[in-house]
């Protein structure tokens, strides 16, 4: 009945280092930093000497991560620090190319950025420049799309593989009705984000938002309940935000407010839709839902009664070795949790017993979302294995046994949601496709 502290946590934000680049005199190193944080995301270019001193900032600006999640940069031989940055919708993804010059030995910036290009597709990576002036670099192509697939024994195994989106953008499924014949999704075909529905026996959605804003992870809280959130459309990508928890009466009711839930958020408009870390989740055999916000190192979770907002907490979990998105889901009954983890393992937390259980998957594998099957024998497991090189797609059982059902080494699986009836599994494929091009005199 009360706050049960599963873990302890930690009080600093998780900061993370990326793209390491050595400066062309091998005295300073320079990375990306990035601080994830509940109302901020700073991704910041740094460099670094090798004896401990302070680092001094190179660039400091939100569209250092580019649309593959990745930042892009690369010290020349000249002294001059290339870098990209990132368009974000509504625009179309892209990325501008800028260079500044800044001292290899000490870090000092020189002078004020010039532009290098004109926005490009993506560009991911590090970057590198030959003695003669020539630029060269990764380009990044992908595009999410939704598919289907039947189950068949149970979950052990699966059925052809059927694609439901229709458009050249990108969609995600988040959800199905509770008779299992329709699946919700969310796209960005209009410039923004919108909720959709579609039968499993017909080939057109149905647009179910437009307003002004994003509308994002929509799920059913009953046969004819929709919840999902609504974000403001803000031009200050640095700007923290209060996503609004919404419910829909089908078929033609009005979007209302849940009350009190979320605090005000960061709204990155690259990689994963917002909110990032908060979610929730309505099991199809309980009458309650579960709200869950990521907290420094704790997943807090706590009841919502989407028609009256009214909510209790539930308990506090440690998730540092969670992945950077926590995509947790709550079994068919409410009495489990299933935590994906980055060691290769699923941990399941168990209300009724108050215990923590950790399924250990093969595979050295990088688990990032989770979906429970519809009788709670198990959860679906999307992640990266066999060393981050290939995407898949795993069955986990109760019991211990697990199940590949989907790879691929180019193909990101995510966000897999099963049917409420057992019969179908829905997730996201976003074919992966990298070229190196050249950019002659940088």
């Not at 024994?153 to 229709?166: H, N, V, Y």
């Not at 979990?317 to 994906?340: C, Y």
Request: with cysteine.
């Amino acid at each position: 009945t009360g706050t049960h502290d599963l873990a302890p946590c930690r009080d600093e934000d998780q900061i993370i280092p990326e793209a390491v680049t050595w400066s062309p005199s091998s005295k300073r190193l320079a990375y990306v930093r990035i601080r994830e944080a509940t109302t901020a995301f700073r991704p910041v270019i740094e460099t670094a000497d090798l004896l401990g001193s302070a680092p001094r900032p190179v660039v400091d600006d939100q569209h250092l991560v580019q649309e593959s999640g990745d930042p892009a940069m690369g010290w020349a031989p000249d002294g001059r620090f290339v870098y990209g940055l990132a368009d974000w919708p509504p625009r179309e993804p892209g990325t501008t190319l800028w260079a500044v010059a800044v001292d290899p030995d000490t870090g000092e910036v020189k002078g004020t950025p010039s532009k290098v290009s004109e926005p490009i597709t993506p560009v991911q990576g590090r970057m590198t420049v030959s003695a003669r002036g020539g630029l060269a670099f990764q380009r990044y192509v992908g595009q999410l799309d939704v598919y289907v697939a039947e189950l068949l024994e149970q979950g052990k195994r699966m059925g052809k593989l059927r694609k439901i989106s229709t458009t050249e953008l990108d969609e995600r499924p988040t959800g199905w009705s509770p008779d299992g014949r329709t699946i919700v999704f969310m796209s960005n075909q209009n410039g923004t984000q919108d909720v959709f529905l579609q039968e499993l026996a017909s080939a057109t959605p149905r647009i179910i938002t437009g307003a002004p804003g994003w509308s994002t992870w929509a799920r059913f809280a009953g046969p004819a309940l929709l919840v999902f959130w609504q974000i403001p459309f803000i031009e200050n990508d640095d700007q923290p935000v209060q996503p609004r928890l919404m419910r829909l009466s089908l078929p033609n009711g009005t979007p209302e407010p849940v009350p009190s839930v979320g605090a005000a958020v960061a709204v990155r408009n690259v990689g994963r839709p917002p909110p990032k870390n908060v979610q929730f989740r309505c099991p199809i055999r309980s009458d309650t839902c579960f709200l869950g916000e990521v907290e420094k190192n704790d997943l807090r979770l706590s009841t919502l009664d989407p028609r009256s907002g009214l909510s209790r907490a539930l308990a506090r979990v440690n998730v540092q070795r969670a992945p950077r998105l926590v995509e947790w889901d709550v079994s068919p009954d409410g009495t489990k949790i299933a935590l994906p983890r980055t060691d290769s393992r699923l941990r399941i937390i168990d209300f009724a017993t108050q215990s923590i259980h950790d399924q250990e998957i093969p595979g050295d594998c990088y688990l990032q979302s989770a979906s429970w099957a519809a009788d709670g024998s198990g959860a679906f497991v999307a992640g990266r294995c066999s060393g981050a090189e290939i995407f898949t797609l795993i069955f986990v059982e109760q019991g211990g046994a697990t199940h590949v059902l989907y790879e691929s080494p180019n193909q990101w699986i995510g966000n897999p949601v099963a049917s409420p009836d057992g019969r179908h599994i829905a997730f996201a494929l976003k074919p992966q496709k990298l070229d190196v091009w050249l950019l002659d005199h940088f």
